[in-house]
């Protein structure tokens, strides 16, 4: 007889059990994934895992939640393993009894462990051969059961199970066996991962085609179709034949990149984040490629490129060498993040700072002539020079003494305190680099040299790049005006491409501002620039430093950064470039074409320049005057003037300019020997260019042909100027008749000095030495 007391004491112990379960299920207790290493997963933005590496027990394993693992691949396994996986608490002591009698009466062996179990050999590492080490499996089975909703006993069983080899989990191996995430596998491929585990062994690396196998899957899919309404679809699915991919094949994308996240960022549960976008990725690789294949028989067998998102910095490809396998180029060595000479891929922000401190705008007349720096004398890299050239032009032909001028003329900031405050890393003393930093006597990072070009599309904003798609994009820090900014990118966008045919112009949707650079001994070429939304920086080059008159930055890197761009067009089809729209601080005005000034009256042709009101240097051109002629001398006259006095327009060019005319084939007309009443400018005194100041010359005795050079550059009025040696005469120069040789009769202090026939004059204190 069931007594009150009986019932209560009944009562008491089914809730005192349902308490305890209940403190058991919900009092603090760690994720089954926290017992088990990870793998690090490094995924793309577009959703493509880069790279796996192995976790700390030497296993594939990335841990999936279940929602993002296929239902048709849980169900097959569920068939498979544990059809009552809902209803039991831990154990089947059906399924257990029956294994039980197989086994020991002799029968096949069946296995009775429940997925609970399972998880609880793998989670213990329990060896259940022994009847003790089954019951200690039995008990934790049980416990897992109390602590751990079925859900998330399941998404862990799912997550260890063995695969064969050291791939655990459907995670690994659905992307090492099928290259897909397990949400995407189809129900063939789920029936083929449920059946894996039951010989691990035997399966990994290779498809399965035993007749065992075979057998197994076929009998899955027959329980999954009956299960399911046996549909046409998921039957033709079921039956198709399933090739298995191998470790061979595992996700390895943008590997330098790769290397460098995990290198330099702690793993947030086994996954990094990244920006790079997998197809455009696979697409500068694919050109890279193509290129060095084409330019091998040029010794062209190397090359980087960086691709960056001017919209948000993120970094959406990046490639450090043409074969990361490669011994022979050095293949692993990341070429985006080594230290580089950059040529003249610095010109820019030199004219950039140049616009932003008033020393010229983009039609300012600037000497690409002859000229000495103290001791620097640069020359142009094809060893000509252009003479009167505007700075847009200058920067486009890439000429290198308008670029150390303009760098001359630089203030707060220089060009080397401009390369700091944008961050580039690692710089000697300036003094160390004088005037050559600017055509490339420093040394930057692909990632620099894309932060830096970035910044002219960005307003002049520098903000760091971005790998990781959590980071805050920066506000930036100004380093130049929008006015500068945009004006050096506009100059940039009308440098030509390279190729002339032009044929792939009609698909080019987006403006390429671009610049080449080439460093010295030909040991590195470049080509940097904006591509629509884009950065693009392209290297080539050798990583040992060896050179090669190959690595010519227009004719070996820029090509191929104009392959990666036409690609870029094409691939991003809805993409649009951000207008370029001027800031409210740039305006246009007319000048002189051949002054770069405002025109006077007697100016034959203007043209239209970007102008930064209180910032731009403008004055009214004197380069074109009329002057009056005497018929009769040919002299110019002076008023009153006679009736028959005629009136001419003459150019007015500095003795240089008229002389590298005059080399180059095209003398200028001069006008006549100018009477005292037409008075000169006194700003076109004469400036020496040699001797050079704090110079000591040294002379040989038994050298007599050793001289000093007297060159100087007159005003565009002069005739003739007469060179002193204090107050003795060495001789007189036409002005377009070059420099004058010189070799003083003593050693010690000379004061050399100059007046041209204005009467404008400048001296300087040369020291001489003699030899033996």
Request: hydrophobic content about 40%; overall charge positive.
């Amino acid at each position: 007889m069931i007594t009150k007391r009986r019932v209560r004491w009944v009562v008491a112990t089914i809730t005192l059990k349902l308490i305890v379960l209940a403190m058991l299920r919900w009092s603090p207790h760690a994720p089954i994934a926290d017992r088990f290493p990870l793998s690090t997963g490094v995924w793309s933005a577009d959703g493509e895992l880069l790279r796996i590496t192995r976790s700390a027990d030497d296993q594939y394993r990335l841990w999936m939640p279940l929602a993002q693992i296929s239902p048709a691949l849980v169900d097959a396994f569920l068939l498979k393993e544990d059809r009552w996986f809902y209803w039991h608490f831990g154990v089947n002591p059906i399924a257990l009894g029956r294994a039980a009698f197989r086994s020991y009466t002799g029968g096949t062996r069946q296995g009775g462990s429940t997925l609970t179990m399972q998880l609880a050999r793998l989670t213990y590492r329990l060896n259940t051969r022994t009847p003790a080490g089954k019951l200690r499996q039995i008990a934790l089975a049980c416990w897992l059961e109390a602590r751990y909703p079925k859900e998330e006993l399941l998404e862990a069983y799912l997550n260890v199970v063995p695969f064969g080899a050291n791939i655990q989990g459907v995670g690994a191996a659905s992307r090492i066996y099928f290259d897909k995430s397990p949400d995407r596998v189809s129900l063939g491929e789920a029936l083929t991962l449920a059946v894996i585990p039951q010989r691990p062994s035997a399966h990994a690396g290779r498809t399965p085609s035993t007749t065992s196998f075979l057998a197994a899957r076929a009998r899955l899919g027959s329980l999954w179709l009956a299960e399911h309404g046996n549909l046409e679809t998921d039957r033709r699915q079921a039956e198709l034949p399933i090739v298995v991919g191998t470790r061979v094949a595992m996700p390895w994308q943008a590997p330098h990149f790769v290397d460098a996240m995990l290198s330099t960022r702690t793993p947030r549960a086994g996954r990094i984040d990244t920006t790079i976008d997998a197809g455009l990725q696979r697409l500068v690789e694919r050109q890279i490629q193509r290129h060095v294949t084409q330019a091998g028989a040029r010794g062209i067998h190397n090359a980087s490129a960086l691709l960056v998102d001017v919209r948000d910095m993120s970094v959406k490809a990046w490639v450090g060498s043409a074969d990361y396998w490669n011994e022979g180029i050095d293949g692993q060595v990341n070429g985006v993040l080594a230290k580089r000479s950059p040529g003249s891929t610095l010109k820019p922000f030199v004219y950039g700072l140049a616009l932003d401190q008033g020393v010229l705008h983009p039609q300012t007349i600037l000497r690409d002539a002859p000229t000495s720096f103290g001791p620097f004398t640069p020359e142009n890299f094809d060893g000509r020079f252009a003479g009167p050239i505007s700075a847009e032009q200058a920067l486009i032909r890439s000429r290198n003494i308008p670029a150390v001028w303009a760098s001359m003329q630089l203030k707060q900031p220089s060009l080397y305190q401009f390369l700091q405050s944008a961050g580039v890393r690692d710089l000697k003393e300036e003094s160390h680099y004088g005037l050559a930093l600017v055509l490339g006597g420093g040394e930057v990072t692909m990632e620099e040299l894309a932060g830096l070009y970035a910044m002219l599309g960005s307003n002049g904003l520098l903000r760091s790049l971005r790998v990781d798609p959590a980071s805050r994009l920066e506000d930036g820090v100004r380093v130049l005006s929008p006015e500068a900014a945009f004006v050096t990118l506009d100059m940039l966008r009308r440098n030509p491409r390279p190729d002339q045919d032009r044929a792939v112009l009609p698909h080019a949707r987006w403006p390429v501002a671009w610049k080449t650079g080439t460093s010295w001994g030909f040991r590195d070429a470049w080509s940097a620039g904006m591509v629509g939304p884009y950065v693009l920086i392209v290297w080539i080059g050798n990583f040992d430093g060896a050179g090669n008159p190959a690595f010519v930055g227009v004719d070996a890197a820029a090509p191929l950064f104009f392959r990666i761009a036409d690609a870029l067009n094409l691939a991003r089809p809805a993409e649009t470039a951000p207008p370029s729209m001027p800031p409210p601080g740039v305006s246009r005005v007319a000048v002189c074409a051949d002054s770069g000034e405002l025109p006077n009256a007697h100016c034959p042709r203007t043209v239209e320049t970007w102008y930064i009101p209180g910032k731009s240097p403008i004055r009214v051109s004197q380069l074109h005057r009329m002057v009056a002629i005497d018929p009769r001398t040919g002299r110019g006259a002076c008023p009153p003037y006679a009736a028959d006095t005629r009136f001419e327009v003459f150019e007015f060019w500095p003795s240089d300019m008229l002389l590298l005319f005059k080399q180059a084939g095209m003398p200028r007309r001069v006008a006549p020997p100018l009477p005292a009443c037409v008075a000169g400018d006194q700003s076109d005194a004469p400036r020496m260019a040699s001797p050079l100041r704090n110079v000591a010359y040294t002379l040989r005795h038994s050298a007599p042909q050793d001289t000093i050079t007297l060159e100087a550059h007159a005003g565009a009025d002069v005739q003739q100027v007469f060179w002193f040696d204090g107050g003795a005469l060495i001789g007189a120069r036409r002005v377009t008749d070059g420099a004058l040789p010189w070799r003083p009769a003593t050693s010690g202090m000379h004061l050399i000095r100059i007046v041209d026939d204005r009467g404008r004059s400048a001296d300087r204190d040369v020291e001489v030495r003699f030899t033996p």
